[in-house]
């Protein structure tokens, strides 16, 4: 009975962290570092695609306690595991219907659930999904930003509209691609005065993870090795 107890509190010890640390993240604008995008187009937040030289992109850094050693850390500690398709990556927002207030950007859209390793969803599922990291029109972007921030952002521009768009994303993370298949990591999240539900995917380059094949055989990419190895190094099968 006791090391049920004991059990019970480590779950609940594990998916507090895991709330705990989405939240920080999303808080979070470390500081910054300008370059220019590499691809030709980038994702905008009307769900067209803009020109590399229209787009200002801003990465941040921040200190996390991810147990980054346990290839399992992130399987254990949130609330659901599954491979998805993304079948849209649908733009990207800085205020969230969930809480009702801004938030780090994120990007918003579609997808379809194959497997499921932990959790409550099924396969053939579609659902909403967001992730933190987006691009926004420069204006919309201005919008969220503390005080504190926007004197950052005036020091970096130099007090100019530097492009027309602003790409926000964590320190070396990947970008979701439509039709792709992805190893994730989920939270569901109920909207504040809606019956509107969408899933977080969480972990930043962590937790996500893009895949190939199918089943036991599948591989998902180490995105911090670049190397593909079974999904069961990430998963429980």
Known sequence: ?????????????????????????????????????????????????????????????????????????????????????????????????????????????????????????????????ARMGATLKYDQYLKGLSEEELSKIKHLSKGKKTQDYVKLKFFDDIDLKSGKKYLVFLQKRDYKNSDKVEYSIGGAQYGTHLVKGEGREAKAIDNQTKEWKSIGNFVKL
């Open 1 to 129: 009975m006791k090391n049920n107890k004991s059990s019970q509190n480590l779950r609940r010890i594990n998916l507090y962290l895991f709330i705990v640390i989405s939240l920080i993240l999303i808080g979070v604008l470390g500081y910054f570092m300008l370059k220019n995008e590499p691809s030709n187009q980038v994702q905008s937040s009307s769900n067209n695609s803009v020109k590399a030289d229209q787009v200002w992109t801003i990465e941040s850094q921040a200190d996390v306690i991810w147990d980054l050693k346990d290839p399992y850390y992130f399987y254990k500690t949130a609330p659901i595991a599954a491979l998805v398709r993304i079948d849209s990556v649908g733009g990207g927002r800085n205020f969230s219907p969930i809480s009702e207030q801004y938030v780090y950007p994120e990007t918003i859209g579609k997808m379809t659930v194959l497997e499921v390793y932990k959790g409550d969803i099924k396969p053939g599922q579609k659902l909403n999904y």
